[in-house]
């Protein structure tokens, strides 16, 4: 599922809504981050520091550990 945040509440509640710099300039942004929901609604694995070209099967593979 992917959902807006237009307020950052759910990045802030969270804890990925941070300070970053980038050309010495400092802006809020996500930190790249991604979340598994079980379905009772907790929090079954973080992902902190993603990088795309192989978080596709981490995953995949986290959610094949899971459903065991």
Same mark, same amino acid.
């Given at each position: 599922? $992917?959902? /807006?945040?237009? &307020? =950052?509440?759910?990045?802030?509640?969270?804890?990925?809504? #941070?300070?970053?710099?980038?050309?010495?300039?400092?802006?809020? /942004?996500?930190?790249?981050?991604?979340?598994?929901?079980?379905?009772?609604?907790?929090?079954?694995? #973080?992902?902190?520091? #993603?990088?795309?070209?192989? =978080?596709?099967?981490? #995953? $995949? &593979?986290? $959610?094949?550990? $899971?459903? =065991?």
């Amino acid at each position: 599922m $992917l959902a /807006s945040d237009e &307020d =950052h509440a759910i990045a802030q509640a969270y804890g990925v809504w #941070v300070e970053k710099k980038m050309f010495g300039k400092a802006y809020m /942004s996500n930190e790249r981050t991604t979340f598994l929901i079980d379905p009772e609604g907790n929090v079954a694995r #973080v992902f902190r520091k #993603v990088k795309p070209n192989k =978080h596709a099967q981490q #995953v $995949l &593979d986290a $959610l094949a550990e $899971l459903a =065991h």
